[in-house]
Structures are given as structure tokens and as C-alpha cells.
């Protein structure tokens, strides 16, 4: 089972730029899609995007299209969530997620069997 480590976050203010990172030490984590969700108090857990492996292809929930950029560094096996334009509906426990294939569900949390330990993203004035 894939141990996934999450960085970044914080306090931004609206508008701000924030970048969180997700890594697995030891494993290869470039072989695997991943997945970045978010979770406000009191709401479901909600798929931001995910990257793809083998062609790094990228989809986007319509909230942060335009706004959110999922990326790969493969030389350090790290996945990035950068965040521009923030909102305070943005404010939410961010979280990666890692799947062994990519498939039409990836913005169902079930469908993720690896999970990051969750980092803080507050927006606020």
C-alpha cells in the first residue's frame, strides 16, 4: 500500500497562490495516477483533478478549471497542486490520492485506495 505525503498549504488571502506537493517515498509514484480532493467542513469530499501517468493528461472539476494546475516533476516523483486565484470557497482540507489505473471515475473518491494525510488550505481576508 502506497504512503502518500502531502505539503504545503496554509493561509492565503483571496486572490493568493498557494502549491501543495504529494510524494511517496521510496516508490515510484510517476507509474501511478493521482487524484486531489477536498473536503469544507460539513461537505462531502469533492475530486479537484487528477493527473494521468503514462501521458500526464490532466482533468479538472468545473470549480477550479482555469485556476488549478496539477503537474509531475518525475525527477523527484512528485505530483503538485498549484492553486492561483484563490477564493474563500476554496478553504478545505486538500488531499492526494493515488490509484494503480486511470479510469472515467476520477473524481470518485472510492475509486482511490492510497490516500495523503490531508493539508490545511484557508483563504481569508
Known amino acids: 500500500q502506497l504512503q502518500l505525503v502531502q505539503s504545503g498549504g496554509g493561509l492565503v488571502r483571496p486572490g493568493g497562490s498557494l502549491r501543495l506537493s504529494c510524494t511517496a517515498p521510496?516508490?515510484?509514484?510517476?507509474?501511478?495516477?493521482i487524484g486531489w480532493f477536498r473536503q469544507a467542513p460539513g461537505k462531502e469530499r469533492e475530486g479537484v483533478g487528477c493527473i494521468n501517468s503514462d501521458d500526464e493528461m490532466t482533468v479538472y472539476a468545473d470549480l477550479v478549471k482555469g485556476r488549478f494546475t496539477i503537474s509531475r516533476d518525475k525527477a523527484k516523483h512528485a505530483v503538485y497542486l498549484e492553486m492561483n486565484n484563490l477564493k474563500p470557497e476554496d478553504t478545505a482540507i486538500y488531499y492526494c490520492a493515488s490509484r494503480a489505473r486511470f479510469q472515467s471515475d476520477y473524481n470518485e473518491p472510492l475509486a482511490y485506495p492510497n490516500w495523503g494525510q490531508g493539508t490545511q488550505v484557508t483563504v481569508s481576508s
Open positions: 521510496g516508490i515510484a509514484l510517476n507509474y501511478y495516477p
